[in-house]
């Protein structure tokens, strides 16, 4: 038997592109009459039949898990991303993935678009803008299952998959006290972020643990590359400087790292640097970083797994929050214990 | 006026979770008929009535643009997607990714879902895999428009945006020459994939057109961070070694770097390095590294814009191939010319 007729060949037969056949054959009103009838005749005459696998979609269920997150190019988003995906794909389902990229009105746009392609569950992750959840109680009241991961709205009854981060900001510190750091200073994120404060209060309970004094001087909001290297000046200009930075996260260690080494301090032997969230070029810099491992991935396929649960109705009741271990990774930026 | 009863009020009021009420007002076979009959009972007694908005969301056009991409971990792809989405958004429509995850499976799988959400176009990058393109017909078939980007296939009468791979190699390689490099060598990708052979024919030239001979033994099939420190291990045995190195990536650059580290062996000054694709770590590694920046965002910006204008019919007839500019980014592990 011959190959089916397809589009392309009906195309070529007129020399017409495959996009105008196939608007022809569905009378799009932008096609001209007379191409329309050349189509519709050859279409007859080869016995042209539209492709079934296509046909068959229209009516289907989507099986389609919709992800919503602030940013794709962060190594720890496109963990999870991974993670999700390899529990939606194994049990059959599809992911489509937003992005809002930080920003509030892309995120509601999101939430629409994720309505009308009629997901059958919905993971989210909100933007740092996000303070009103009209949007979400939308997806909410549609009854499609959402679980929410790593930063999470208030007020809602869905599951959340988060990681305990005062706990890991406290490893972290321990690790620096630990290899001998006695005057340790922390780079934060600023407070109104869950997350800058949540390890702001890991970081003070690893002193006090210790017995080490809390200085006002020693903790900068700096949570970016420049503003890390502008804060380094500064603390290494103190009259006693540290001799061991935390740093809320990895590209705020790395700019931390180029402002010692610009200043000819050597790592770790002068200051050590402990970063957070291992990110993918954390083994890439000279000296490479010690930092906290999120468990990107392992976020991931809890949040995928907890979702299939609600959307395959093996849980029902109350929803629940789920917590993904971290751990400490020791490079070269810190001193061996 | 008061605010309108919501899912949640019924849901709270009868101690059950949104969900719940959600699937019990639409009479879902998992949801028993007290339940239901409970729900509905309080729903008319409370005037309740469904989100507006959700609802006209069912019927409405979807309005998505449906993007496929293979990895979304690389800073190259997600420049394209912020690229995407500026124009996208911008105009009205909401952007979907799907992630083949270099998988040729999961972009069959990426190609259905788009067709039954019933996005309004897709852009698609193909994985290294793909080498069987029915599921882009189907695509096709189904009179939807799509624009290729980076990774194209053959055969398709659609839009394509790419650089120019191997012009871009040759302006890499000319660098390494002006600024003193005699003998060099280069880190490739095989040959099977369309820009490796591109970015080798690049560097040939640029050899030829000063007059340097091309050495067998200073090319090496080495793609990846741990393949490039034992080639650059191997080239650095050699009789002559090289005294710069074009790699086909970043991220082979990096690992050519720790190697020469490694081994004691100054950046720039014994041996020069030039990646490819100026990725999120460039300016981070120790040296600097020189790369050529593809323009990500304009690519993205370029495809969604080709591709608007085909579902708003602005611009009809064959497809056309569109270049996006690169350039060369100079840092520290090249010499001043």
Redesign the interface.
């Known amino acids: 038997m011959s190959s089916p007729v397809?589009?392309?060949d009906i195309?070529k037969a007129l020399g017409i592109?495959?996009?105008?056949v196939?608007?022809a054959?569905?009378d799009?009103p932008?096609i001209s009459t007379d191409t329309k009838d050349a189509v519709n005749e050859l279409a007859k005459r080869l016995h042209y039949k539209?492709?079934a696998?296509?046909l068959s979609?229209?009516n289907?269920k989507?099986?389609?898990i919709?992800v919503i997150i602030p940013e794709?190019?962060h190594?720890f988003f496109?963990?999870v991303?991974?993670g999700i995906?390899d529990v939606a794909?194994d049990a059959g389902y599809?992911?489509?993935?937003?992005?809002s990229?930080e920003k509030y009105d892309?995120e509601i746009?999101?939430a629409?678009?994720l309505?009308?392609?009629?997901v059958e569950g919905a993971l989210i992750s909100i933007s740092k803008q996000t303070k009103d959840f009209n949007h979400l109680?939308?997806i909410?009241?549609?009854?499609i299952?959402m679980v929410f991961f790593d930063r999470i709205p208030e007020g809602f009854?869905s599951d959340s998959v988060i990681i305990d981060d005062k706990l890991a900001a406290y490893n972290a510190v321990c690790h620096l006290i630990d290899s001998g750091c006695r005057r340790i200073a922390h780079l934060a994120a600023p407070s109104t972020l869950g997350i800058g404060k949540c390890r702001l209060d890991g970081y003070k309970e690893a002193l006090q643990k210790h017995g080490l004094p809390y200085l006002e001087e020693y903790v900068i909001v700096a949570d970016s590359f420049e503003l890390a290297a502008i804060a380094t000046r500064n603390l290494i200009q103190l009259p006693i400087p540290p001799d061991g930075i935390f740093t809320v996260n990895d590209l705020t260690a790395?700019g931390a790292m180029?402002s010692l080494?610009k200043m000819g301090i050597a790592i770790p032997e002068k200051v050590a640097i402990m970063g957070f969230s291992a990110g993918?070029?954390s083994d890439?810099?000279?000296p490479t970083l010690s930092s906290v491992d999120q468990h990107g991935y392992e976020m991931g396929v809890k949040a995928a797994s907890a979702l299939l649960e609600?959307i395959e109705?093996k849980r029902?009741?109350?929803?629940e929050t789920f917590y993904v271990d971290t751990n400490l990774v020791i490079r070269e930026s810190t001193k061996k214990i």
């Open positions: 397809t589009i392309k195309a592109s495959a996009s105008t196939s608007r054959l569905k799009h932008d539209p492709n696998v296509a979609l229209k289907s989507t099986n389609t919709g794709l190019v190594y496109s963990s991303i991974s995906e794909y599809n992911v489509m993935i937003c992005q990229n892309r746009i999101n629409q678009a309505l009308s392609n009629r109680q939308m909410e009241e549609s009854g299952p009854d790395v180029k080494q993918n070029f890439i810099t000279t609600r109705n029902n009741g109350a929803g």
